[in-house]
């Protein structure tokens, strides 16, 4: 190891210097070098080897491996005959070694329900629920980081002449709709093709709905999907609506005992001009809406036609209590969209967990806070190349002969074991101020390392700290057994110790356990707010065993 120096001034005539390390490859590498590596080089065919057979990488490809050559040409340690240990090192360490694919890899042919959407709630917010201004930054960002489900509350202006979107009954400023609509229009397709889903929180008379109606129809045009007819017996693909906006609320109803009955009168109307604006609105929802009403059993399931539910987290944690196998067997066919209890004025969220695990679509969060439910939420989303659409596990879709489903509330069997080393970490030099953590020394860094899944897969370890290094070494290992891995997300958790116990935030991430790459990888770390830091990140090998 290297050494250099650096040193915190502590008051007017002193200073401690610190001598700082600089890590090297650890041994585990080393140790894989050497068995790939012929007179201290690994070659070109070495290297392809090396991805197929320790990495995973069955599908790897010669120019897979010349890639990576190439990547490292630039560097002094780069040699034309092949890779030394230091070039391997650096790769290993380096962007072209993901912990996840970054392609969309699942099947998108199937109908919108057999799948999880990253689902926005009063997507228009940037702040508290109660006294932020509402605005059409929230909705750029929301879209630009993937998310494919935007709600609007629609409400009459001051005037009852126009449309705004606002959180009603709260002291938050309005956005006038058309702005909304044209922001999602422009940047609705930036970070994936696949389908953007506008839900209206719908709180206007006719008129205005006809307004509205106007204004998405001449706003989006051909990138609106109109179904052919009111009722689908099935939901489309993502794949046959991508690049399309559907809108999904609760279908006006008709007046028809209202209408005049006499035809031949030469006056207007005014029930014939409100069935008109009401058919023209109901003309462009694709996805019918509702929430439980009355005696209506709400998981009764129309062979004839699809809808989508909405419920409060604590509606659904009631109903999961009874009714588990129901909402499971419900979210095959029909769309289910959760959303934050009313005390969240703070924007704060929720376990989605109990959603997934009983086959809910649309998990809706709050975009614009941050904290631990919404990092799990980011890493399920990171799954399928971040195009915002996740493919439902199989025993989420499927039924046994007798028409049993999955049921949520059993306690399932060890059926994985994750096997997770952390070797190392780099880059907080880079991209913090040296004092940024501790004015009189470098920091001194712990790693939190754990599972968010179900309750009995969910847990949180952690490593030692390393006292005074801006390159931490740790070379601790954990082992999760999972009993439902396709539901479950790898929380990485970066702190720096203090001994008041607030430590300080040194970095997270998430990421789907289903879609981790064997091996060693370099796992790149994010901020609070889910921004993927410009240099931090770890050093990590993954490995899955059966249990014995």
């Not at 590596?37 to 010669?62: M, P, R, W, Y």
């Not at 970054?102 to 998108?108: A, Q, R, T």
């Not at 005390?343 to 809706?364: E, F, K």
Request: with cysteine; glycine share 6%.
């Amino acid at each position: 190891m290297s050494n250099n120096k650096q040193s915190f001034k502590v008051c007017f005539c002193f200073r401690r210097i610190f001598r700082l390390k600089v890590a090297g490859p650890p041994e585990d590498i080393k140790r894989m070098f050497d068995m790939y590596a012929e007179n201290g080089t690994i070659s070109l065919d070495d290297l392809h080897s090396f991805l197929v057979e320790f990495q995973g990488e069955g599908e790897a490809t010669k120019e897979d491996a010349q890639a990576i050559f190439n990547s490292l040409k630039h560097l002094n340690i780069f040699q034309r005959k092949g890779l030394h240990l230091d070039a391997f090192f650096r790769y290993l360490f380096g962007d072209l070694n993901p912990p996840i694919s970054s392609k969309v890899h699942h099947d998108m042919k199937a109908p919108l329900a057999h799948y999880f959407l990253f689902t926005g709630h009063n997507s228009y917010l940037t702040g508290n629920q109660l006294s932020s201004d509402s605005s059409v930054y929230p909705i750029i960002q929301a879209l630009q980081r993937g998310v494919r489900v935007i709600e609007l509350d629609l409400w009459p202006n001051s005037k009852k002449n126009g449309v705004e979107v606002r959180h009603g009954g709260t002291l938050t400023s309005p956005v006038e709709l058309i702005k909304c609509l044209r922001a999602i229009k422009d940047n609705a397709f930036t970070a994936s093709e696949y389908p953007v889903v506008i839900t209206f929180e719908d709180h206007l008379p006719s008129d205005l709905q006809a307004k509205v109606a106007k204004m998405v129809t001449e706003t989006f045009g051909d990138m609106l999907y109109v179904p052919n007819s009111e009722f689908l017996p099935e939901f489309p693909s993502p794949e046959i609506l991508k690049r399309k906006v559907l809108i999904s609320t609760k279908p006006p109803e008709y007046h028809e005992s209202q209408r005049r009955t006499d035809k031949d009168s030469d006056e207007d109307d005014p029930y014939e001009d409100e069935e008109n604006s009401t058919l023209q609105y109901r003309q462009l929802i694709a996805i019918h809406a509702g929430k439980p009403k009355g005696d209506f059993d709400m998981w009764h399931i129309d062979p004839m036609k699809v809808r989508r539910l909405s419920l409060s987290e604590q509606q659904l944690e009631r109903a999961s209590k009874n009714r588990g196998t129901d909402i499971v067997r419900f979210t095959q066919r029909n769309l289910l969209r959760i959303y934050p209890k009313g005390t969240r004025l703070d924007s704060s969220n929720y376990d989605p967990m109990l959603g997934w695990s009983h086959g809910a679509q649309m998990v809706a969060f709050n975009m614009q806070g941050h904290g631990k439910h919404l990092h799990i939420m980011e890493g399920m989303f990171r799954a399928n190349g971040g195009c915002g659409y996740v493919k439902k596990p199989d025993f989420l879709l499927s039924s046994s002969p007798d028409n049993e489903v999955f049921n949520p509330e059993k306690s399932f069997r060890v059926r994985q074991i994750l096997k997770v080393k952390l070797y190392m970490g780099e880059g907080w030099h880079s991209d913090f101020h040296r004092t940024h953590f501790d004015l009189y020394s470098p920091p001194d860094f712990f790693v939190r390392v754990g599972i968010a899944g179900v309750p009995k897969d969910t847990i949180m370890l952690e490593t030692k700290p390393i006292e005074d290094q801006w390159i931490p070494v740790w070379n601790e290992e954990f082992k999760f057994p999972l009993s439902v891995p396709e539901l479950a997300v790898l929380r990485i958790e970066v702190k720096e110790y203090d001994n008041s116990g607030n430590h300080d935030f040194g970095g997270q991430t998430c990421l789907p356990i289903s879609e981790l790459r064997t091996g060693f990888r370099a796992v790149p770390l994010h901020n609070r707010r889910g921004i993927k830091y410009k240099s931090v990140k770890l050093l990590m090998k993954f490995e899955f065993e059966s249990p014995e």
